[in-house]
Protein backbone atom coordinates (compact mmCIF):
# COMPACT_ATOMS: atom_id res chain seq x y z
CA UNK A 1 0.00 0.00 0.00
CA UNK A 2 1.29 3.00 -1.15
CA UNK A 3 0.78 5.87 1.71
CA UNK A 4 0.91 9.74 1.64
CA UNK A 5 2.90 12.55 4.05
CA UNK A 6 0.07 12.19 5.44
CA UNK A 7 -0.76 8.83 6.58
CA UNK A 8 -3.36 8.64 4.26
CA UNK A 9 -3.14 5.18 1.31
CA UNK A 10 -2.98 6.45 -2.22
CA UNK A 11 -5.05 3.70 -4.21
CA UNK A 12 -7.57 5.51 -6.58
CA UNK A 13 -5.98 7.54 -9.99
CA UNK A 14 -7.81 9.62 -12.01
CA UNK A 15 -6.92 9.45 -15.38
CA UNK A 16 -7.51 12.43 -18.31
CA UNK A 17 -7.52 11.03 -21.23
CA UNK A 18 -8.15 14.68 -23.16
CA UNK A 19 -8.77 17.99 -22.52
CA UNK A 20 -11.30 18.28 -25.38
CA UNK A 21 -14.90 18.07 -24.84
CA UNK A 22 -18.36 18.68 -26.91
CA UNK A 23 -20.19 20.64 -24.27
CA UNK A 24 -19.48 23.86 -23.63
CA UNK A 25 -20.71 24.52 -19.51
CA UNK A 26 -20.54 27.78 -18.38
CA UNK A 27 -19.45 26.48 -15.14
CA UNK A 28 -16.09 24.81 -16.67
CA UNK A 29 -14.93 26.81 -19.88
CA UNK A 30 -16.11 30.28 -21.40
CA UNK A 31 -18.14 30.16 -24.32
CA UNK A 32 -15.46 29.85 -27.05
CA UNK A 33 -13.91 27.24 -25.15
CA UNK A 34 -10.95 27.56 -23.63
CA UNK A 35 -7.20 26.45 -25.37
CA UNK A 36 -7.00 23.14 -26.15
CA UNK A 37 -3.52 21.42 -25.31
CA UNK A 38 -2.16 20.77 -28.83
CA UNK A 39 -2.52 16.88 -29.38
CA UNK A 40 1.27 15.80 -29.68
CA UNK A 41 1.47 17.34 -26.20
CA UNK A 42 -1.19 14.74 -24.47
CA UNK A 43 -0.27 12.15 -23.19
CA UNK A 44 -0.21 8.81 -25.77
CA UNK A 45 -2.14 6.11 -25.10
CA UNK A 46 1.14 4.19 -24.27
CA UNK A 47 2.36 6.44 -21.68
CA UNK A 48 -0.81 6.81 -20.07
CA UNK A 49 -0.44 2.59 -20.01
CA UNK A 50 3.00 3.19 -18.53
CA UNK A 51 2.18 5.55 -16.26
CA UNK A 52 -0.55 3.49 -14.17
CA UNK A 53 1.62 0.13 -14.61
CA UNK A 54 4.05 1.78 -12.39
CA UNK A 55 0.94 3.41 -10.10
CA UNK A 56 -0.18 0.02 -10.12
CA UNK A 57 2.98 -1.09 -8.77
CA UNK A 58 2.83 0.86 -5.68
CA UNK A 59 -0.48 0.14 -4.73
CA UNK A 60 -2.76 1.97 -6.57
CA UNK A 61 -5.93 -0.38 -7.78
CA UNK A 62 -8.31 2.24 -9.30
CA UNK A 63 -8.71 3.68 -12.55
CA UNK A 64 -11.25 6.69 -13.49
CA UNK A 65 -10.70 7.76 -16.97
CA UNK A 66 -12.05 11.49 -17.38
CA UNK A 67 -11.73 14.27 -19.45
CA UNK A 68 -12.82 16.70 -21.02
CA UNK A 69 -14.93 14.07 -22.32
CA UNK A 70 -13.36 10.68 -22.71
CA UNK A 71 -15.35 9.29 -25.92
CA UNK A 72 -14.24 12.42 -27.87
CA UNK A 73 -10.92 10.55 -28.18
CA UNK A 74 -10.39 8.10 -30.39
CA UNK A 75 -8.91 4.73 -29.60
CA UNK A 76 -10.69 4.72 -25.78
CA UNK A 77 -12.00 1.28 -25.78
CA UNK A 78 -8.72 -0.83 -26.74
CA UNK A 79 -7.41 1.60 -24.16
CA UNK A 80 -9.76 0.86 -21.52
CA UNK A 81 -9.26 -3.31 -22.53
CA UNK A 82 -5.23 -2.52 -21.99
CA UNK A 83 -5.69 -0.88 -18.90
CA UNK A 84 -7.49 -4.08 -17.83
CA UNK A 85 -4.80 -6.10 -18.35
CA UNK A 86 -2.38 -4.55 -15.83
CA UNK A 87 -1.37 -6.57 -12.86
CA UNK A 88 -3.08 -4.84 -9.83
CA UNK A 89 -5.84 -2.84 -11.44
CA UNK A 90 -8.96 -4.62 -10.10
CA UNK A 91 -11.44 -1.55 -10.92
CA UNK A 92 -11.71 0.78 -14.03
CA UNK A 93 -14.84 3.73 -14.28
CA UNK A 94 -15.71 6.63 -16.21
CA UNK A 95 -16.99 10.22 -16.07
CA UNK A 96 -18.38 10.94 -18.83
CA UNK A 97 -21.31 13.55 -20.19
CA UNK A 98 -23.16 10.62 -22.07
CA UNK A 99 -23.47 12.71 -24.89
CA UNK A 100 -21.40 10.26 -27.20
CA UNK A 101 -21.66 7.12 -24.76
CA UNK A 102 -24.87 5.29 -25.52
CA UNK A 103 -23.55 3.24 -28.37
CA UNK A 104 -20.60 1.77 -26.40
CA UNK A 105 -22.36 0.91 -23.29
CA UNK A 106 -22.58 -3.26 -24.43
CA UNK A 107 -18.86 -2.91 -24.90
CA UNK A 108 -18.10 -1.16 -21.51
CA UNK A 109 -19.85 -3.95 -20.27
CA UNK A 110 -17.88 -6.45 -21.83
CA UNK A 111 -14.52 -4.92 -20.91
CA UNK A 112 -15.94 -5.30 -16.98
CA UNK A 113 -16.46 -1.57 -16.45
CA UNK A 114 -18.03 -1.51 -13.03
CA UNK A 115 -19.26 2.48 -12.62
CA UNK A 116 -20.12 5.74 -14.32
CA UNK A 117 -19.93 8.71 -12.84
CA UNK A 118 -22.43 10.66 -15.46
CA UNK A 119 -22.98 14.72 -15.55
CA UNK A 120 -26.35 15.70 -15.62
CA UNK A 121 -26.67 19.24 -13.71
CA UNK A 122 -31.14 19.34 -15.17
CA UNK A 123 -33.75 17.30 -16.61
CA UNK A 124 -35.16 20.34 -18.48
CA UNK A 125 -34.10 20.31 -21.88
CA UNK A 126 -33.94 24.46 -22.30
CA UNK A 127 -32.10 24.66 -18.82
CA UNK A 128 -29.64 22.02 -20.41
CA UNK A 129 -29.01 24.29 -23.56
CA UNK A 130 -29.05 27.26 -21.02
CA UNK A 131 -25.99 25.64 -19.15
CA UNK A 132 -23.86 23.81 -21.65
CA UNK A 133 -24.49 25.61 -24.81
CA UNK A 134 -25.34 22.38 -26.69
CA UNK A 135 -29.07 20.98 -27.04
CA UNK A 136 -27.62 17.08 -26.32
CA UNK A 137 -30.07 16.38 -23.23
CA UNK A 138 -31.78 13.37 -25.20
CA UNK A 139 -28.12 11.51 -25.78
CA UNK A 140 -27.53 12.16 -22.13
CA UNK A 141 -30.67 10.77 -20.97
CA UNK A 142 -30.40 7.32 -23.65
CA UNK A 143 -26.96 7.10 -22.26
CA UNK A 144 -28.80 7.19 -18.30
CA UNK A 145 -31.06 4.34 -19.41
CA UNK A 146 -28.95 2.25 -21.31
CA UNK A 147 -26.57 2.42 -18.37
CA UNK A 148 -29.40 1.08 -16.18
CA UNK A 149 -30.41 -1.29 -18.21
CA UNK A 150 -26.71 -2.79 -18.62
CA UNK A 151 -26.47 -3.09 -14.78
CA UNK A 152 -23.93 -0.83 -14.49
CA UNK A 153 -24.09 0.80 -11.64
CA UNK A 154 -24.41 4.94 -11.97
CA UNK A 155 -23.73 8.20 -10.31
CA UNK A 156 -25.55 11.30 -11.78
CA UNK A 157 -23.28 13.84 -10.94
CA UNK A 158 -25.26 17.15 -10.84
CA UNK A 159 -23.10 21.12 -9.80
CA UNK A 160 -25.17 22.70 -7.98
CA UNK A 161 -25.45 26.39 -9.41
CA UNK A 162 -27.29 29.50 -7.45
CA UNK A 163 -29.82 30.68 -10.43
CA UNK A 164 -29.52 28.25 -12.75
CA UNK A 165 -30.68 24.95 -11.40
CA UNK A 166 -31.86 24.97 -8.34
CA UNK A 167 -35.22 24.08 -9.67
CA UNK A 168 -33.83 21.03 -10.44
CA UNK A 169 -32.40 19.73 -7.45
CA UNK A 170 -35.62 17.79 -6.21
CA UNK A 171 -36.54 16.47 -9.85
CA UNK A 172 -33.31 14.95 -9.96
CA UNK A 173 -33.44 13.03 -6.46
CA UNK A 174 -36.85 12.23 -7.25
CA UNK A 175 -35.01 9.77 -9.56
CA UNK A 176 -33.79 7.58 -6.77
CA UNK A 177 -37.73 6.90 -5.77
CA UNK A 178 -37.74 4.50 -8.34
CA UNK A 179 -34.33 4.00 -10.02
CA UNK A 180 -31.48 2.17 -8.21
CA UNK A 181 -29.27 5.62 -8.66
CA UNK A 182 -27.09 7.78 -6.97
CA UNK A 183 -27.77 11.21 -7.50
CA UNK A 184 -24.96 13.73 -6.05
CA UNK A 185 -25.20 17.33 -5.70
CA UNK A 186 -21.73 18.82 -5.91
CA UNK A 187 -20.81 22.41 -4.63
CA UNK A 188 -19.62 24.30 -7.68
CA UNK A 189 -15.90 25.02 -7.87
CA UNK A 190 -13.90 27.67 -9.35
CA UNK A 191 -12.62 25.87 -12.04
CA UNK A 192 -14.23 28.09 -14.88
CA UNK A 193 -11.46 28.53 -17.15
CA UNK A 194 -12.78 32.24 -15.99
CA UNK A 195 -11.31 35.19 -14.60
CA UNK A 196 -13.23 34.79 -11.18
CA UNK A 197 -13.34 32.65 -8.67
CA UNK A 198 -16.85 30.83 -8.13
CA UNK A 199 -19.31 32.59 -5.45
CA UNK A 200 -21.02 29.95 -2.80
CA UNK A 201 -24.39 30.61 -1.77
CA UNK A 202 -25.34 26.89 -1.95
CA UNK A 203 -22.82 24.89 0.33
CA UNK A 204 -23.44 21.35 1.43
CA UNK A 205 -25.84 22.53 4.51
CA UNK A 206 -27.88 24.61 2.25
CA UNK A 207 -28.16 21.84 -0.20
CA UNK A 208 -29.33 19.31 2.73
CA UNK A 209 -31.85 21.71 4.12
CA UNK A 210 -33.04 22.02 0.27
CA UNK A 211 -34.08 18.23 0.27
CA UNK A 212 -35.33 18.04 3.46
CA UNK A 213 -37.83 20.46 2.91
CA UNK A 214 -39.27 18.37 0.28
CA UNK A 215 -37.95 14.48 1.56
CA UNK A 216 -37.76 15.02 4.78
CA UNK A 217 -35.00 13.82 6.79
CA UNK A 218 -31.83 12.81 5.20
CA UNK A 219 -30.46 9.57 6.63
CA UNK A 220 -26.62 9.05 6.30
CA UNK A 221 -25.63 5.78 5.39
CA UNK A 222 -21.64 4.04 5.02
CA UNK A 223 -19.59 5.50 2.74
CA UNK A 224 -16.28 3.74 1.52
CA UNK A 225 -12.98 4.86 2.35
CA UNK A 226 -11.71 7.83 1.09
CA UNK A 227 -15.78 8.87 -0.60
CA UNK A 228 -15.90 12.41 -1.55
CA UNK A 229 -19.79 12.61 -1.05
CA UNK A 230 -21.47 11.84 1.82
CA UNK A 231 -24.63 9.62 1.38
CA UNK A 232 -27.89 9.47 2.44
CA UNK A 233 -30.78 7.69 2.34
CA UNK A 234 -34.70 8.72 1.65
CA UNK A 235 -37.21 6.19 3.26
CA UNK A 236 -38.88 3.97 0.58
CA UNK A 237 -36.13 5.30 -2.62
CA UNK A 238 -34.30 2.57 -4.42
CA UNK A 239 -31.33 5.00 -4.80
CA UNK A 240 -29.36 7.28 -2.93
CA UNK A 241 -28.94 11.11 -2.69
CA UNK A 242 -25.15 12.32 -2.39
CA UNK A 243 -23.93 15.81 -1.01
CA UNK A 244 -20.66 16.38 -2.25
CA UNK A 245 -18.69 19.40 -0.52
CA UNK A 246 -16.04 20.04 -3.12
CA UNK A 247 -15.59 23.90 -2.31
CA UNK A 248 -15.63 23.23 1.72
CA UNK A 249 -13.67 20.19 1.16
CA UNK A 250 -14.38 18.66 4.01
CA UNK A 251 -13.08 14.87 2.63
CA UNK A 252 -10.21 15.65 2.28
CA UNK A 253 -8.78 13.89 5.77
CA UNK A 254 -9.64 10.61 4.00
CA UNK A 255 -9.00 11.85 0.38
CA UNK A 256 -7.13 8.14 -1.37
CA UNK A 257 -7.18 10.01 -5.05
CA UNK A 258 -4.66 11.48 -6.79
CA UNK A 259 -4.67 12.78 -10.90
CA UNK A 260 -2.86 12.49 -13.58
CA UNK A 261 -3.52 15.54 -16.11
CA UNK A 262 -4.13 15.29 -19.83
CA UNK A 263 -0.57 16.75 -20.67
CA UNK A 264 0.97 14.33 -17.77
CA UNK A 265 0.77 16.62 -15.02
CA UNK A 266 0.55 14.89 -11.34
CA UNK A 267 -1.76 16.67 -8.97
CA UNK A 268 -2.01 15.22 -5.74
CA UNK A 269 -4.76 17.59 -4.92
CA UNK A 270 -7.33 19.11 -7.24
CA UNK A 271 -6.60 22.25 -5.98
CA UNK A 272 -2.75 21.79 -6.25
CA UNK A 273 -0.93 23.23 -9.15
CA UNK A 274 0.58 19.93 -10.74
CA UNK A 275 3.54 18.75 -8.56
CA UNK A 276 5.37 16.80 -11.12
CA UNK A 277 5.59 17.08 -15.02
CA UNK A 278 4.81 13.03 -15.85
CA UNK A 279 5.24 13.51 -19.47
CA UNK A 280 8.50 15.23 -19.21
CA UNK A 281 10.06 12.06 -17.34
CA UNK A 282 8.40 9.90 -19.67
CA UNK A 283 10.30 12.04 -22.80
CA UNK A 284 13.17 12.14 -20.75
CA UNK A 285 14.00 9.19 -20.84
CA UNK A 286 13.34 7.98 -17.51
CA UNK A 287 13.00 4.01 -16.58
CA UNK A 288 10.39 2.83 -14.58
CA UNK A 289 12.37 3.12 -11.18
CA UNK A 290 13.02 6.63 -12.06
CA UNK A 291 9.59 7.06 -12.40
CA UNK A 292 8.49 5.45 -9.01
CA UNK A 293 10.97 7.47 -7.14
CA UNK A 294 10.15 11.02 -8.67
CA UNK A 295 6.15 9.98 -8.25
CA UNK A 296 7.36 8.46 -4.66
CA UNK A 297 9.10 11.65 -3.63
CA UNK A 298 6.36 14.04 -4.98
CA UNK A 299 3.71 11.97 -2.70
CA UNK A 300 5.52 12.91 0.94
CA UNK A 301 4.86 16.41 0.31
CA UNK A 302 1.46 16.40 -0.38
CA UNK A 303 -1.03 19.49 1.12
CA UNK A 304 -3.06 18.33 4.23
CA UNK A 305 -6.09 19.46 2.69
CA UNK A 306 -7.06 21.80 -0.23
CA UNK A 307 -7.11 25.17 0.92
CA UNK A 308 -3.00 23.67 1.81
CA UNK A 309 -2.93 23.19 -1.49
CA UNK A 310 -4.61 26.31 -3.33
CA UNK A 311 -2.15 28.51 -0.39
CA UNK A 312 1.18 26.99 -2.80
CA UNK A 313 0.16 27.95 -5.52
CA UNK A 314 0.83 31.77 -7.37
CA UNK A 315 -1.97 34.23 -6.54
CA UNK A 316 -5.07 34.35 -8.51
CA UNK A 317 -4.03 31.49 -10.66
CA UNK A 318 -6.50 29.39 -9.50
CA UNK A 319 -9.24 30.83 -11.44
CA UNK A 320 -8.23 30.12 -14.77
CA UNK A 321 -8.19 26.76 -14.78
CA UNK A 322 -10.92 25.17 -16.38
CA UNK A 323 -12.17 21.62 -15.21
CA UNK A 324 -11.74 20.15 -18.68
CA UNK A 325 -7.70 20.93 -18.15
CA UNK A 326 -7.55 19.64 -14.66
CA UNK A 327 -9.48 16.60 -15.30
CA UNK A 328 -12.99 16.22 -14.50
Sequence with gaps: MLYDSHG???????????????????????????????????????EMERVVSV?????????????????VRRGLLPFIERLGQI??????????????TAPHVPELVRLGVRSVNLSLDTLDRAR????????????????????????????LNAVVMDGQNIEDLVPLAELTRELPVSVRFIE???????????????????????????FGPLLPVPTAP?????????????????????????????????????????????YD????????????????????TALTQAFRYRAANGFEAEQRRPVHQLSFESMSTIGG
Excluded at 55 to 71: D, H, M, W
Design 55 to 71: LAGLGVRKVRLTGGEPF
Design 87 to 100: PGIHDISLTTNGVL
Design 226 to 270: GATATDYAVTGHAGHIGIIAAYSRTFCGTCNRIRITAEGGLKTCL
Design 8 to 46: RPLEYVRLAVTDRCNLRCFYCMPEEGITYVPRQELLSYE
Design 188 to 214: EMPFNGGSHAAMLPWNHVRIRQHLEQH
Design 273 to 292: QGVLDVRALLRGGATDEELR
Design 128 to 155: FLRITRRDELPQVLDTFYALLDAGIRVK
